[in-house]
């Protein structure tokens, strides 16, 4: 089995187990999409982490693997699924930089192909303006 | 340095013509996934986020352009958009312009409702790029209710229907939430209808 998650601009297949309604996915596949790493401190995105009960965990996380809908539980994380297609929301714990006024760092690729992240302008001033054609 | 995007899940064939006219000098792209709007909290275009050398936020603005528009019962913008942007690039944090208490606003974490219409919007934009026509009007529309302020997702939303249903879906979208803000609201710019 496989499903495909889509998660900010990505789109990613992994390999996927089903039980009853819960989806298990290598925990290296949703570290891979979100940044966020299972420790023994918890669910940590960087140096923040945060705790799961031994109970708690083992439904979340055990053997390498994860249950998405569990930690997208956990994160308070929006979570739709549509048969095999299943699209992850923004994570609470990841955008509180941004409410603190940092602004967040993007990878998109301009028309010719290249990579563009806003930390290729650091020590500029940048105006980003968003537009569209509809 | 300015990076302009273009919120537009129909990629170069929809957004590419304009960027070409435009024959730009500055950072185009094209974000088909509203990658940028998510991140930043946009519900509409044209919005511009001002960050500074430390990559901070000092200001964000729904509704710049650069010029007041007027239309029936509803107008935005402002004169004098380009002299605020240009005051920044002089004075830095001492501009009056930076650290607007109103633009501030958008610095917030998603409610949870915001944040399940997100991930609405994506698995939209995931059909809508495939041509499933009923299953992107179907997360859209979710995506919508459960955030109504955004018009971004209103107006991805109708690019199926055609111009004109288009542009009929926006004014009684617009006439239905009169007093409401087109725009979320920046300073000395009244756009309630």
Known sequence: MSVTLLYNDQIRQVTSREVGNATWIPAAELAALTGFEFKPEGACYGDACIPLLPAQGKAIHTDGEVNLQAVAAKLEQGLVQDEDVISLGPIAAVRQRFAQGQAPDFDLVDRAGQPVSLSLYADKKVILMTWASW | MVIGVAEDTGGEAAAGQFIDAANSTYVQLIDESHTISSLYNLVNVPSTVWIDEQQ???????????????????????????????DWMEKGADSP???????????????????LAEANFKLGVYFQQRGQRAKA???????????????NYHRQNWIFEGEDQARSNWQQRVAARAGYHYYQPIAGVDDSA
């Open chain 2, 97 to 115: 312009y930076v650290k607007d208490p109103l633009a501030q606003q958008h610095l917030r974490v998603p409610t949870q409702d915001e944040g």
């Open chain 2, 56 to 86: 901070q936020i000092v200001r964000i603005d729904e509704g710049s352009y650069a010029e007041k528009h007027e239309m029936p019962g509803i107008s935005f913008g402002r004169d004098d958009y380009v002299t605020l942007v240009r």
């Open chain 2, 137 to 151: 009007t179907q997360y859209m529309d979710e995506a919508g209710r459960l955030n109504p302020a955004s018009w």
